[in-house]
């Protein structure tokens, strides 16, 4: 799946190469015009992926190919910071000239010659697996296509129709629903039709609560004209006015229209609702362009007074534009509801109380769904006419990503949200996968490593790293996939839903790792890795490639001097987060990880001092000390530390270093605390 994340990997390694301070660091080191010959072959790779990633599911070769090349791009994105970390130590000599025999000492400053000639020839390896990796696209009749958000999957179009027996849980929704729809509206501007919009995440029932209301009597005497429309991805004009009168009583007296043009269209559409009091209900709705919406909602103003629209969307922003800020969120079904709907898709009518041992892990499987009426659906029919307390403990103890997927079930019905999601936001994602479900996240201090991997998109004139973090949050949180999510002004705290957690591992497996007694076999492929329990520390082997480590799980740290030792050869690592580690030092190899952007030893509680080589670490973005409480030595010449911008400190040493402290120009945030 990690394959879909390769358009990101073109746009991010791009976007560095024609950046203006990558120009000049290049130019440095006299590998410019290197340079310049790979981001050309890069331009033409990237044409062709949105194509790509569409094929992929159903050609076995081309995800083959798209997985070499992906090797290739992590390859030239090392490179790409090989270069960034040698202009920044240049930097750091120059900058301290005045000590500049300590400051070569220290680095043990490489021949500029030798390593202009060494970068050039890895620039010709890389460009020459790209050229050869680049000539096989053609077997594939891949095509250029030049837009980024683009629709991977089509989702299937809905009707009205359903039957209330079917419906459980929602009789609170729906008299709220119609009550909205009934009431008077409190349109100004003289606009006759207002709009009521139905938001929440997919799977979650939308479209049936919409059909519950949809066929209601009551409904049926307020609105003597009712259409349904499903909207789903492409918000044409001419395609919904078709699909309007099509769905309406006068149109068999249209003839073909296919054939019509918009004028003759918005002519007739007019006509058709003119003077008439009606419900038009536009379900799954993608548009974000209010312009678009605008242009239709003008044309439906002709309609009677009391006239609505109702909306079913994913996205919180579009409710908002559609209905003038205010929508109906919809939440998950109780815990009862829930273990009704299970059991009507798991047994015939009346057969649960024959099999007590099944209804005790139905219980548990129900919990497993979250409230989610389609994960129900999903894994109740999965379970039909099956008796056995074997199979019923594996859909239990199981991922739902695990488990046989039919397209209408629940992954593919999130995967759909996820597809439509900006390339960059699919890596930014996909590093969820990699904390334990119901972890609460804090966006504050930069404490999850989005910035250190590259994951945030470009940036916009004055906006900061924080900015960007909190754009991608909310964009997440728009389409329902982050949940609980509080705006503290400084920083967001969320939670994910636990099938959208599994969601997150569906789209991350072979590149993102959660290690644990259950799943601790570590392919060359996996470069982010996190570790759910120590006892196996000692046993794992760790690829060199791997970019990140974390323990993310509260009390659990780590404790291995092999694993120590192991974490200090993986040259190209961006995050370390060493949260509750049993340490009392680190090693003085931690020096050579010039890549490490991110480091937190925040709880490690036993961590008494700290190796001076760590101010070799020019890319360091971000270092967390905090609850570090017998920490009583602080590395010398932190100053050295150029990139740093985020730095939180609890120590006991008395003499603090603050000459050290007042180098750090790039620093924004600084949080000292003495340990007690």
Same mark, same amino acid.
């Given at each position: 799946m ?5 358009f990101?990997? #073109?746009?991010?390694?791009i976007g560095k190469l024609?950046?203006?301070?990558f ?5 440095v ?8 010959d ?5 331009l ?7 194509d790509?990633e569409?094929?992929?599911?159903q050609?076995h070769?081309?995800r083959?190919?798209?997985?070499q090349?992906?090797c ?8 790409i910071?090989?270069v ?13 000239g005045s ?8 680095f043990?400053?490489s021949n500029?010659?030798?390593?202009r ?8 390896e890389?460009k020459d697996?790209l050229?050869?990796?680049?000539a096989?696209?053609?077997?594939f009749?891949? $095509?250029v296509?030049?837009?980024e958000?683009?629709?991977?999957s089509?989702r ?5 129709y359903?039957s209330g027996s ?11 629903i119609?009550d909205l &729809? ?9 606009k006759?039709?207002?709009v009521?919009?139905?938001?929440g995440?997919?799977g979650?029932g939308?479209t049936?609560?919409a059909k519950?209301v949809?066929n209601d009597?009551?409904?049926g005497?307020?609105f003597?004209?009712?259409?349904w429309?499903c909207?789903s ?6 395609q919904?006015?078709i699909?309007i009168?099509s769905?309406a009583?006068?149109s ?12 003759q269209?918005?002519?007739?559409l007019?006509?058709v ?6 419900l038009?209900?536009m379900d ?6 209010c312009?678009?919406?605008e ?6 103003q002709v309609?009677a ?8 969307t994913?996205?919180r922003?579009?409710?908002s534009?559609m ?7 919809? %939440?998950g079904?109780?815990?009862?509801d829930?273990l009704s &709907?299970f059991l009507?898709?798991a ?6 109380k024959?099999?007590p041992?099944?209804m005790e892990?139905?219980a548990?499987i129900v919990r497993k769904?979250?409230?989610?009426p389609? #994960? ?5 029919s999965?379970?039909f006419l099956k008796? /056995?307390v !074997? $199979?019923?403990?594996f859909?239990?103890?199981?991922e739902?990503?695990?488990? $046989?997927?039919? $397209?209408?079930?629940v992954l593919?019905?999130?995967k ?7 390339s960059?936001l ?5 590093l969820?996968?990699?904390?334990p479900?119901?972890?609460?996240f %804090?966006?504050?201090?930069g404490?999850?490593?989005?910035e ?5 998109p470009?940036?916009?004139t004055?906006q ?7 754009e991608?949050?909310?964009e ?6 982050? /949940?609980?999510?509080?705006d503290?002004g400084?920083?967001?705290?969320f939670?994910?839903?636990d099938?959208v ?11 993102f790792?959660c290690?644990n007694?259950?799943n601790?076999?570590?392919s060359e492929?996996?470069?982010h890795?996190s ?8 046993q794992i082997?760790?690829p060199?490639?791997?970019?990140t480590?974390l323990?993310p799980e509260e ?5 291995s001097?092999?694993?120590m030792s192991?974490i200090s050869?993986c ?5 370390l987060d060493?949260?509750d580690s049993?340490?009392e030092?680190?090693p003085?190899?931690?020096? !050579?990880?010039k890549?490490l952007r991110?480091?937190?030893l925040?709880?490690?509680?036993y961590?008494?001092?700290?190796p001076?080589s760590l ?5 360091l ?5 905090d609850?570090?409480? !017998?920490l ?5 010449r932190?100053?050295n530390?150029?990139n740093?911008r985020?730095?939180?400190?609890a120590t006991k040493?008395?003499d603090?270093p603050?000459?050290?402290i ?9 949080g000292?605390?003495c340990?007690p």
């Amino acid at each position: 799946m990690a394959e879909s994340f390769i358009f990101s990997i #073109a746009e991010s390694l791009i976007g560095k190469l024609v950046s203006q301070a990558f120009e000049r660091a290049s130019r440095v080191l006299g590998v410019y015009k290197d340079l310049l010959d790979l981001k050309d072959t890069l331009l033409i790779l990237k044409a062709v992926l949105v194509d790509a990633e569409q094929k992929l599911e159903q050609n076995h070769q081309l995800r083959e190919w798209l997985k070499q090349l992906k090797c290739v791009f992590y390859d030239a994105e090392d490179l790409i910071d090989e270069v960034e970390c040698e202009v920044a130590r240049r930097d750091l000599i120059k900058k301290h000239g005045s000590t500049k025999r300590k400051v070569c000492r220290f680095f043990s400053s490489s021949n500029p010659v030798a390593f202009r000639c060494r970068i050039a020839y890895q620039i010709k390896e890389i460009k020459d697996k790209l050229d050869k990796v680049a000539a096989d696209r053609n077997k594939f009749g891949l $095509e250029v296509i030049t837009f980024e958000r683009r629709v991977v999957s089509k989702r299937e179009m809905t009707h009205s129709y359903v039957s209330g027996s079917d419906v459980i849980g929602r009789d609170d929704d729906k008299k709220n629903i119609i009550d909205l &729809l009934l009431k008077k509206s409190n349109e100004v501007g003289g606009k006759s039709v207002s709009v009521v919009s139905i938001v929440g995440l997919g799977g979650l029932g939308k479209t049936t609560l919409a059909k519950y209301v949809f066929n209601d009597k009551t409904i049926g005497d307020a609105f003597p004209l009712k259409i349904w429309v499903c909207v789903s991805n492409e918000f044409d004009l001419k395609q919904i006015m078709i699909k309007i009168l099509s769905s309406a009583p006068t149109s068999t007296s249209l003839g073909k229209l296919e054939d019509l043009g918009v004028e003759q269209l918005q002519k007739h559409l007019r006509d058709v609702l003119a003077d008439k009091k009606f419900l038009l209900v536009m379900d799954d709705v993608w548009n974000k362009d209010c312009v678009k919406w605008e242009e239709l909602r003008n044309l439906l103003q002709v309609g009677a007074q009391g006239s609505k629209v109702l909306v079913t969307t994913r996205n919180r922003l579009i409710g908002s534009m559609m209905s003038n800020g205010s929508f109906y969120s919809l %939440d998950g079904l109780s815990h009862q509801d829930s273990l009704s &709907l299970f059991l009507k898709w798991a047994f015939r009518q009346g057969d649960e109380k024959k099999h007590p041992p099944l209804m005790e892990i139905g219980a548990d499987i129900v919990r497993k769904c979250g409230g989610l009426p389609l #994960a129900l659906r999903t894994l109740g029919s999965s379970l039909f006419l099956k008796f /056995e307390v !074997k $199979e019923w403990e594996f859909v239990r103890d199981s991922e739902i990503w695990n488990l $046989e997927q039919k $397209e209408s079930d629940v992954l593919p019905a999130l995967k759909f949200s996820y597809d439509q999601l900006p390339s960059y936001l699919k890596r930014f994602f996909a590093l969820f996968s990699l904390y334990p479900k119901d972890y609460l996240f %804090d966006s504050s201090f930069g404490s999850l490593p989005w910035e250190a991997l590259g994951l945030l998109p470009q940036s916009n004139t004055g906006q900061t790293v924080d900015d960007l973090i909190k754009e991608c949050l909310y964009e997440l949180q728009s389409i329902s996939f982050l /949940e609980n999510f509080v705006d503290t002004g400084t920083s967001l705290g969320f939670k994910l839903h636990d099938l959208v957690h599994d969601l997150a591992i569906y789209v991350a497996k072979d590149e993102f790792q959660c290690v644990n007694s259950r799943n601790y076999r570590i392919s060359e492929s996996v470069r982010h890795l996190s570790f759910m329990e120590t006892e196996l520390l000692d046993q794992i082997s760790i690829p060199t490639g791997v970019r990140t480590i974390l323990f993310p799980e509260e009390g659990v740290g780590a404790d291995s001097e092999s694993f120590m030792s192991a974490i200090s050869k993986c040259k190209y690592l961006r995050v370390l987060d060493l949260s509750d580690s049993k340490y009392e030092s680190l090693p003085h190899a931690i020096g !050579k990880l010039k890549h490490l952007r991110f480091l937190s030893l925040l709880g490690s509680k036993y961590l008494k001092k700290l190796p001076n080589s760590l101010s070799e670490l020019q890319s360091l973005q971000t270092l967390i000390f905090d609850g570090c409480v !017998k920490l009583q030595i602080l590395p010398k010449r932190l100053g050295n530390l150029i990139n740093l911008r985020r730095l939180i400190i609890a120590t006991k040493q008395s003499d603090f270093p603050e000459k050290e402290i007042s180098k750090l120009t790039s620093l924004e945030v600084l949080g000292v605390s003495c340990a007690p």
